[in-house]
């Protein structure tokens, strides 16, 4: 009977090893992926530390820009002011400068009708087709008159 205990002591030996082989295999394979997720993690931190490294550095471009642009516009505002303004300046001078001696026409009073001419004939006054005189209309123009400077937000045409 010795010779079946060592049989079987040997068989559990062998039992024994093969278990603790495929335990390290286990153990192996669970470093080796624990291994590779943290590769993949690290990575993944490396990849996200980069982009957020970009996204600040485009953000800090964008502010740039926006602040150039800015001043671009405020320069033209500015420009366009001043043109605005000279073009003010410039038309007040030349209504300033014009000569005085073509004043506009002033307006006369009528007169009442002298006994002799009273009824007009065809040849003092213009007449429409029903044959009634027709009478000047005055004119009236959105231009300001040559005695008043246009106002400041005015622009003359």
Known sequence: MKATERISTSQ????EIQLAR??????????KSAKE???????????AKEAARRARKQAKLAKRAVAEAKQVL??????LAQA?????VA???KQAK????????KSTKPTAPKPSASVPGPASQPADQS??????IAATSPAPSSEQPPTPGETTA
């Not at 495929?22 to 470093?31: D, T």
């Not at 405020?74 to 420009?79: D, I, P, Q, R």
């Not at 014009?98 to 026409?105: D, F, G, I, N, S």
């Open 22 to 31: 495929l335990q390290l295999a286990k153990a192996e394979s669970q470093r």
């Open 131 to 136: 044959g009634h005189a027709v009478e000047p």
């Open 37 to 47: 997720q943290a590769r993949v993690a690290k990575r993944r931190r490396k990849e």
């Open 12 to 15: 559990k030996l062998i039992h």
């Open 98 to 105: 014009k000569p005085a001696a073509a004043p506009a026409p």
């Open 84 to 88: 605005v303004k000279r073009k003010a």
């Open 74 to 79: 405020a320069e033209a505002e500015k420009k």
């Open 91 to 93: 038309a007040r001078r």
